[in-house]
């Protein structure tokens, strides 16, 4: 059977160890005296998963988002320079609520 690492991670210690018990890889000898965290990435070792967990940022187009992130920092120097306080906590709130929206939409 393939398993993702997410797949892994919500297994329990003895769950884990029938799976290690049918590998034979160097990285899971000695699986029965491991806890889970040292199971997992012995297993995943073995097995070649990525440990890496992707966030999905669904709803949001990140790249318009970015793009627009950045056309307001060129601004926000503009407005330290021009020492326009007022402009300038336009565009922090502007930002703020970007960064908020991006990090919502990944969870």
């Known amino acids: 059977m393939d398993y993702t690492f997410k797949d892994l991670k919500e297994k329990t210690v003895a769950e884990l160890k029938e ?3 049918g590998i034979e890889h160097e ?3 000695g699986y029965t005296q491991l806890n889970k965290e040292h199971l ?3 297993i995943c070792k073995a097995l070649h998963i990525d440990m890496h967990v992707h966030h999905e940022i669904k709803g949001v187009d990140k790249a318009k988002m970015k ?3 950045r056309e307001l920092k060129k601004q926000r120097n503009q407005a330290i320079a021009a020492r326009d306080s007022e402009k300038l906590r336009s565009l922090r709130r502007q930002m ?3 960064k908020n929206r991006m990090r ?3 969870i």
């Open 19 to 21: 799976i290690a018990k």
């Open 40 to 42: 997992l990435v012995a």
């Open 67 to 69: 793009k627009r992130l």
């Open 96 to 98: 703020k609520r970007i």
């Open 104 to 106: 919502q939409a990944a």
């Open 27 to 29: 990285a899971v000898k």
